[in-house]
């Protein structure tokens, strides 16, 4: 069984919003958070959130343009992306936890949904 299951991605203009969902099925986190990998790139990380408390941290990247927040009562978490640059072309992976350290890196985050496409056209 998956446990992350992400939605919302797509095709769009530079300058354009987009928001991107990660539904938790059937259990919750104590943190989750979205990572993407550009073509040619590694994966990197992106915004992550504490599910209790809501507390949250960015990459300098799309630090001010993305918002990363929780619906406790959906168990979803969104990326509302805006302001979007052709450079934020990538596949976006959500990803959970349940530590409380290194929220920026990957290998500390044991569940990961199938990831969902964003293209940014220029």
């Known amino acids: 069984q998956v446990p992350l299951v992400e939605s919302g991605g797509g095709l769009v203009q530079t300058g354009g919003s987009l928001r991107l969902s990660c539904a938790a099925s059937?259990?919750?986190?104590?943190?989750m958070g979205w990572f993407r990998q550009a073509p040619g790139k590694e994966r990197e990380f992106v915004a992550a959130?504490?599910?209790?408390?809501?507390?949250?941290t960015y990459a300098d990247s799309v630090k001010d343009r993305f918002t990363i927040s929780r619906d406790n009562a959906k168990m979803t978490v969104y990326l509302q992306m805006n302001s979007v640059k052709p450079e934020d072309t990538a596949i976006y992976y959500c990803?959970?936890?349940?530590?409380?350290?290194?929220?920026?890196?990957?290998?500390?985050?044991?569940?990961w949904g199938q990831g969902t496409q964003v293209t940014v056209s220029s």
């Open positions: 990803a959970a936890r349940n530590s409380d350290n290194g929220l920026q890196y990957q290998n500390l985050y044991g569940y």
């Open positions: 059937g259990r919750t986190f104590y943190v």
């Open positions: 959130i504490r599910w209790s408390g809501g507390t949250t």
